[in-house]
């Protein structure tokens, strides 16, 4: 396979995973919320006390402790909700770099996870032509957001 299939490759990857991108959107912003409110507020200290009466308590050394197992859950939630919103910047970011406004209100819709006929109405044009301008907006924003990638 030569160099410019396996370009072509990733660009075509690159563009699906835009594409789900924006599907995504609307849920990764829902999680992030819930996850802000429900466990922001849980403050995650790890330690041993070295003190005191409970400094000389056995300490356990399996991993079948119950709060060692919630501390492991908290963290990977918070790892989650940092990947989702690191992921939702790059979104934000590389929509407001497009300069022709009907392909941004389709790549907003899309973002609200709205029907491609919605949109259409929205903008007053056939769904063709919002088919049409998603296609030309996934592919700006692969190359804004996976460019890098698949240039190499």
Do not use: C, H
């Not at 599907?23 to 992030?32: I, L, T």
């Not at 400094?55 to 050394?61: H, I, R």
């Not at 770099?97 to 903008?123: F, H, N």
Request: glycine letters at 4%; hydrophobic letters at 35%; aromatic letters at 8%.
């Amino acid at each position: 396979m030569n160099a410019t299939a396996k370009q072509l490759d990733r660009m075509m990857e690159a563009m699906q995973r835009v594409e789900q991108d924006l599907r995504d959107y609307r849920w990764m912003s829902e999680k992030v919320a819930i996850y802000k409110k429900k466990y922001e507020e849980q403050n995650i200290v790890i330690g041993t006390p070295k003190y005191g009466i409970e400094a000389t308590l056995p300490k356990p050394s399996d991993v079948s402790d119950t709060t060692f197992r919630e501390v492991q859950k908290l963290l990977r939630i918070r790892e989650r909700k940092d990947r989702y919103e690191q992921k939702l910047k790059k979104i934000e970011k590389a929509v407001a770099s497009l300069t022709d406004e009907r392909e941004r209100a389709v790549a907003e819709g899309l973002m609200d996870g709205e029907r491609l006929y919605m949109i259409a109405q929205q903008l007053n044009v056939t769904r063709q032509t919002v088919y049409e301008l998603k296609k030309s907006t996934i592919r700006k924003l692969a190359i804004e957001m996976y460019g890098n990638e698949f240039m190499t």
